[in-house]
């Protein structure tokens, strides 16, 4: 059973996900484990996916990457997570933030900031949340303030991935003088050496362990007047509409753990024998195997739906939150299950379901938590 087969997947969109899997099965999974008990950065399978092609390929082809679409990407991201959810984001996260510079930078920023990063040179990140502000993206503090001819950032920005180890990162602050809350925010590029930035990693976490986020300290960080992304007070409608397309690679995120947890419950419950059969015999077996397939198949066709129409823009906003908040919670229904069919096993850290179940508690919150994608599905259905 190919839980993530080919059926679904656009024909432009085969090539990548036939790459991806290779990698995943080739490069992946055979230090997944490793690298989630060491919780240390995964440099040598980063670099290995850069090598592959596989890092920084939504890049448009003018700027040297691959000029990967959403569906493409997607289903890279798929394959990518159903091995290893915390190695997997280290690979997206190497470039997470440089789509709001090719959308709304000048030439000089592509050529300065864009290139690298696509030539695999340097590594990114983008810097939105803050220790008590997350989905409230007009709620933000961090303030950046004209002084000649440079910003004067100062605030803290958290959960950022890459935080240490990025070259530069496009940064969330806010400007003032908008007509609303919504229009008093702006768009930086950050050097991680400009003087003032402070990063420093996040504590240990329980999950996505071999992913590095941080806690970034601004204090009179100043940077170049050209650092400006677009227009002042735009920031706000920048994020809004990069979130739209990372909601779909977040449900990409799901389905990639959902069917690792399905792949472990299924080869757990067909292994094992109990009271003179297989487990997998029991009528009551049976019936969460088949719920777990029934979230998990309905998710795949929200989320390929939500990448054409976020694609083509038609509802973007609508489209992104349905396959984020259905998949994700998808992946934490079939890890839920796979746990409970596992029985006493489920919480050996040596069986791959016990990472999954920590895993899928991340998804559900990042790039905007779950509740309110719920207020995004309303607020943005036609009724």
């Not at 024909?11 to 790459?19: G, Q, S, V």
């Not at 397939?293 to 309905?298: L, Q």
């Not at 796979?338 to 999954?356: D, F, T, W």
Request: with cysteine; net charge negative; proline share 3%.
């Amino acid at each position: 059973m190919d839980i993530l087969d080919e059926s679904i997947v656009p024909e432009h969109a085969l090539p990548i996900k036939r790459e991806a899997r290779e990698f995943a099965e080739e490069v992946i999974e055979p230090v997944a484990e490793e690298q989630y008990e060491s919780g240390e950065y995964p440099w040598e399978v980063l670099e290995a996916g850069m090598q592959a092609n596989l890092v920084a390929q939504d890049i448009p082809e003018e700027y040297g990457g691959r000029g990967l679409d959403l569906s493409q990407m997607l289903a890279l991201t798929e394959e990518l997570y159903r091995a290893d959810a915390g190695i997997a984001l280290t690979l997206q996260l190497a470039s997470f933030g440089a789509e709001v510079v090719c959308e709304y930078g000048t030439e000089e920023q592509k050529d300065e900031y864009i290139r690298p990063v696509a030539d695999n040179e340097q590594i990114t990140g983008l810097a939105v949340s803050e220790p008590d502000t997350g989905s409230d993206l007009a709620g933000m503090t961090t303030t950046a303030e004209k002084d000649g001819d440079e910003w004067v950032l100062n605030g803290e920005k958290y959960w950022v991935g890459n935080a240490v180890e990025a070259d530069w990162l496009t940064l969330y602050a806010k400007t003032g003088g908008g007509d609303s809350r919504y229009e008093d925010y702006s768009m930086f590029i950050v050097s991680t050496d400009a003087p003032g930035y402070n990063a420093e990693h996040i504590p240990e976490k329980m999950s996505f362990r071999a992913s590095k986020q941080g806690h970034i300290v601004l204090d009179d960080c100043r940077i170049p007047a050209e650092n400006l992304v677009g227009n002042e007070g735009e920031g706000f409608s920048m994020v809004t509409d990069f979130f739209n397309h990372g909601r779909v690679g977040v449900a990409g995120h799901g389905l990639g753990l959902a069917a690792a947890a399905i792949e472990e419950a299924s080869a757990f419950v067909h292994d094992r024998d109990a009271w003179g059969q297989s487990i997998s015999e029991f009528q009551a077996v049976q019936h969460d195997l088949s719920e777990m397939c029934m979230d998990f198949e309905s998710a795949r066709a929200l989320a390929w739906r939500a990448a054409e129409n976020v694609e083509e823009g038609n509802d973007p906003g609508y489209w992104a939150a349905l396959a984020k908040t259905t998949a994700t919670e998808a992946a934490v229904d079939c890890a839920e299950s796979a746990m409970q069919l596992h029985g006493g096993r489920s919480v050996l850290k040596e069986n791959k379901i016990s990472r999954i179940y920590r895993d899928v508690r991340v998804p559900v919150i990042y790039e905007g938590a779950n509740n309110i994608q719920r207020d995004l599905i309303y607020g943005q259905a036609d009724w």
